[in-house]
């Protein structure tokens, strides 16, 4: 399979979506088609080869549609956009300038011609409606075949290949009001023969694009709104970097850095790429890219990422990851990715858009037919056809599936942008779905709620002469020349404590055993507890609490214990009570011992424990809380729990874990900060909801409009829509569900 993505101009509504996934999916050799409207993307599965843009714009452009091949640069494709969509949206600026002030004026005109015919106070207009007829024919004109030409082009399309769009409806619409207004005024004759009244609709034609031309505008401008994470994002990365080269520094583009130049970064500046600090130190400001609010100090060793700040000091990396491969430009292409991907909810109205349009055709010529026969026999032919043209426009302009098409994208899209930039990266919109109906979160444990490094937790002295200090000088001074790791943590305890090591003589270091050496004479000895040793208590004690321990022996006695263990991360606790608040069951799954286990899950409040579980296995624990009807969140960070992550029905990684781990989850937290988790599932939660509401209300509107417009409710209690409000019910219904999506922005994530 061949995966590519695309950018795709000319669409107005879902209608355009569903043609597009519709067509594409009729050609041999594509797979899948996710066409994203708010994104204005389309994600395309090759069974073979991918298709270049040309080739797609070969099949898809009789249809009104233009494919362009998105080209992951390291500024990201977003802002190679948005200069454009910044171009089309003064062009529509442009119309709305001429057509809202027009319409306005229109619409008060005619509220004050139908208020003088119910009230008497309010007088009748000074100009004649003959005059006022002639008028608002010559704006019509240019109103219809200027202002509405994209909607005639709907038109001339739908006659071409059958397919039909929002541009469409609102086409036939307004195209039909003004050509009946038309003929009853350039030709009376028409009208005398018909015995129709001299009504005319060039007025409701005017108000009708105005407030459609608005909508779209607000729409546009709504949607690039939700864009703005990914605007951000790109807006980090620097432009240019000081390098080292031939010994001297020169100032070149970002893109022109190569893995291993040595690039300074001075005071204030901006970390161009990611790397490895090599002279110097400093604080830097990794808020934008991790979340982490407090500046982060650095030292010669320590990695540093692209599009960090650099608050103080001047230092020296290498460059180790440049271009499309540093974190930044990831983070950039998998939140873009994300917000290109389509959530399942959205398949409801996926595939209602697919038959919205022709439904809805139907529908207002039923209307016209129905009222002009049935309303005919009630009413007569004249006063009959004004309420069928009322109803065939009104159907057509109030029908407008661009709120359903936006409903889902626009949430998605503000959603996983809200995500990112609190260090919450989703991989799709699917897996944001899934997560709000997490019930059950699987921990591993080691580097996810410990920090996955041994540290000295107890050190015991067992005879008369030896101290703390002392057992820990004398196994630190042996240990140096080992490289175990508990070896290692012993060593960085003593350096912590400022202790001082003895030199050594004579080491030897015994494979599964323990290392020796002389130190001023006496033989020391730092071993591992062999099997009858557990009968001491002391270290009994310490192992049933699950810590590693080794004994140090002075000329073959033993002279005190020391134990190390896997220390709890500060933040987990608060991560696991911060997920019990919202209702979800916590569990640890790893492959420790059962004593180590529930020694960490009663220190961060586990409910339940999993050990002793092979790396293969804990994918099939996994399953079996699935079985159970859990729905499960499974967090880890190493390659052992990629299996497990993939199972889960949402796979949450440390960015701090293992590529394959992460590339296994559908979620990563940046830094390894599990008290995001719970912020996930609140944003997961928050943007479901959302979405159930932005659908509700796509769908009320037409449920409510379509039967008003169509005079459904008129033989009862003489209710008629005018579709000049139809065309602003249409306008405010996209713009509702857009205002919506948008207040996601607004949301806390942290408790």
Not at 600 to 610: M, S
């Amino acid at each position: 399979m061949t995966t590519r993505t695309y950018s795709v101009k000319g669409m107005h509504c879902a209608s355009c979506a569903a043609i597009i996934t519709k067509k594409l999916l009729k050609v041999e050799g594509i797979a899948e088609v996710s066409v994203n409207l708010a994104s204005e993307r389309a994600k395309l599965e090759f069974e073979g080869g991918a298709l270049s843009a040309e080739e797609v714009n070969e099949l898809i452009g009789k249809y009104g549609y233009t494919f362009s091949a998105e080209q992951m640069e390291e500024r990201g494709n977003a802002l190679l956009l948005k200069e454009e969509k910044q171009k089309e949206l003064q062009a529509q600026l442009g119309r709305v300038r001429f057509a809202l002030p027009v319409a306005l004026l229109v619409f008060i005109l005619m509220m004050w011609d139908t208020g003088s015919m119910f009230f008497s106070f309010i007088p009748h207009m000074p100009i004649s409606m003959e005059l006022f007829n002639l008028v608002s024919m010559v704006v019509a004109t240019y109103m219809v075949f200027r202002i509405g030409a994209p909607f005639l082009h709907g038109i001339s399309m739908y006659v071409k290949t059958g397919a039909a769009s929002m541009d469409t409806l609102i086409g036939i619409g307004t195209l039909a009001a003004y050509m009946y207004s038309a003929v009853v005024t350039l030709i009376p004759s028409v009208r005398e023969l018909l015995h129709i009244p001299d009504h005319t609709y060039f007025d409701v034609t005017i108000v009708v694009i105005g407030f459609v031309v608005l909508g779209k505008y607000l729409e546009a401008r709504s949607k690039m709104k939700t864009g703005e994470a990914i605007e951000k994002l790109i807006g980090l990365q620097a432009k240019s970097a000081l390098v080292i080269r031939e010994g001297k520094e020169i100032e070149i583009a970002v893109e022109e850095v190569k893995r291993g130049d040595a690039v300074i970064v001075k005071p204030g500046g901006k970390v161009p790429v990611d790397g490895i600090i090599t002279q110097g130190y400093s604080s830097l400001d990794e808020s934008m890219v991790t979340g982490e609010s407090l500046p982060v100090d650095k030292a010669i060793g320590d990695q540093v990422i692209g599009g960090t700040i650099n608050k103080q000091g001047s230092f020296t990396f290498t460059a180790s990851k440049v271009g499309a491969d540093t974190l930044l430009a990831r983070i950039i292409r998998m939140v873009e990715d994300a917000q290109g991907s389509k959530a399942p909810i959205q398949n409801i109205a996926d595939k209602i858009a697919g038959i919205f349009v022709p439904v809805v055709l139907m529908l207002a010529f039923a209307t016209f037919i129905i009222w002009l026969s049935v309303g005919s026999y009630i009413l007569g032919f004249s006063a009959a056809l004004p309420f069928a043209i009322s109803g065939l426009i009104g159907i057509l302009v109030i029908a407008c599936p661009c709120a359903l098409g936006l409903a889902t994208p626009t949430a998605i899209i503000v959603g996983i942008g809200k995500g990112a930039e609190y260090g919450i990266l989703i991989r799709n919109a699917e897996s944001l779905e899934k997560l709000s109906s997490v019930d059950t979160v699987v921990f591993d444990k080691t580097g996810t709620l410990t920090t996955g490094k041994p540290k000295v937790s107890d050190i015991i002295p067992l005879d008369s002469v030896s101290s703390p200090a002392s057992l820990l000088q004398l196994a630190a001074s042996v240990e140096r020349r080992s490289e175990h790791p508990l070896g290692q943590a012993i060593v960085e305890e003593a350096e912590l404590q400022q202790i001082t090591l003895s030199d050594i003589e004579a080491f030897e270091a015994f494979e599964g055993v323990g290392v020796s050496a002389v130190i001023g004479g006496i033989a020391v000895r730092v071993r591992k507890p062999v099997e009858g040793e557990k009968t001491l208590s002391e270290l009994k004690r310490v192992q049933d609490e699950g810590k590693s321990v080794v004994i140090i022996e002075k000329d073959g006695i033993c002279a005190g214990l020391i134990a190390l263990s896997d220390i709890v991360k500060e933040d987990a606790k608060s991560a696991v009570d911060a997920l019990h608040r919202k209702g979800v069951r916590v569990i640890m799954l790893t492959g420790d011992n059962r004593s180590a286990a529930e020694f960490i899950a009663g220190q961060v409040g586990i409910d339940e424990v999993i050990s002793e579980v092979l790396p293969q296995e804990k994918a099939l624990k996994v399953k079996e809380l699935q079985a159970k009807g859990k729905r499960v969140a499974m967090v880890g960070d190493g390659i052992n729990d990629a299996p497990a992550l993939a199972q889960a029905d949402v796979g949450i990684a440390m960015a701090t874990g293992t590529d394959v781990a992460i590339e296994s989850a559908g979620i990563t937290l940046l830094k390894g900060d599990i008290r995001k988790i719970a912020g996930a599932i609140t944003l997961s939660r928050a943007t479901m909801r959302v979405i159930r509401q932005n659908l509700f209300w796509a769908f009320i509107y037409n449920i409510i409009g379509i039967p008003l417009a169509a005079g459904a409710f008129y033989p009862l209690w003489g209710i008629f829509l005018n579709p000049v409000f139809s065309g602003l019910a249409m306008a405010g219904s996209s713009v509702s569900v857009v205002s919506n999506s948008l207040r996601l922005k607004r949301m806390r994530l942290e408790e």
